[in-house]
């Protein structure tokens, strides 16, 4: 295993749900971040949070609310989500930027 | 200018070949290139990764070449394996950091036939 752990691993939900998916790193990083990956497209970077601060939002819909309340724990907070949605999220961590990020398994999120 | 543009898309080896996939970016400013492995139902895990100072990394069975001129790099398997059936993702960064984007290809599928 890689130190990040994600739960749920797999996550059905209505456009008018709200739900929340956990992250969690045993690795020391002081970085977390949020990613999308659907089928035949590259992963796209959500967001970026560095020391518990966001640093990168790549233009995401606000129906994601990401949370990280520390260097450990991120959240992605998500309501009235689209069928679109559907994808795997992956979070990542890293020590600092430039160099290596260590991913979690994902959630499987499925918006009917 | 952000894009890393990944071929093939699939790919179809007999045990013992070497596949190879290839990646090209734009940026100049990009200057750390790892590369990613993910098996179904697991997250990518970093395979290896190359810094534009040298033309050539080798670790165990995976090997990367880089051409700084060209902007491009490749990821090459020796005596590929069953094992070795998954989808690699190029990607490439700054390496400063503050430099948290990694830009990622869209995957290559390898399955290695027995």
């Known amino acids: 295993e890689t130190g990040v752990t994600q739960t749920p691993r797999h996550l059905v939900m209505g456009m008018t749900n709200k739900k929340s998916l956990k992250c969690e790193q045993h690795?020391?990083?002081?970085?977390m971040y949020w990613y999308k990956q659907s089928a035949k497209k590259p992963l796209e970077l959500m967001f970026v949070?560095?020391?518990?601060?966001?640093?990168e939002n790549n233009s995401v819909p606000s129906r994601f609310s990401p949370e990280c309340p520390n260097s450990s724990h991120l959240f992605l907070h998500l309501h009235t989500l689209q069928p679109e949605d559907s994808a795997l999220y992956l979070c990542?961590?890293?020590?600092?930027?430039?160099?290596?990020?260590?991913f979690g398994p994902g959630t499987r999120l499925t918006v009917l | 200018q952000q894009q890393v543009k990944q071929s093939p898309q699939s790919l179809i080896v007999q045990k013992g070949g070497i596949p190879i996939i290839n990646c090209a970016y734009e940026?100049?400013?990009?200057?750390?290139f790892p590369w990613y492995q993910q098996f179904p139902g697991k997250g990518p895990a970093l395979l290896i990764a190359?810094?534009?100072?040298?033309s050539e990394k080798k670790e165990g069975r995976f090997t990367i070449s880089f051409n700084k001129s060209a902007k491009q790099f490749s990821l090459h398997i020796m005596d590929s394996q069953p094992g070795d059936s998954a989808t690699y993702f190029c990607?490439?960064?700054?390496?400063?950091?503050?430099?948290?984007?990694?830009?990622f290809g869209k995957g290559t599928k390898l399955s290695v036939i027995p």
């Open positions: 949070y560095n020391f518990k601060e966001q640093t």
């Open positions: 690795l020391g990083h002081n970085a």
């Open positions: 940026n100049t400013a990009f200057d750390y």
């Open positions: 990542a961590s890293s020590q600092g930027g430039g160099g290596q990020q260590f």
């Open positions: 190359i810094r534009p100072d040298v």
């Open positions: 990607a490439a960064s700054g390496s400063g950091a503050g430099s948290y984007q990694l830009t």
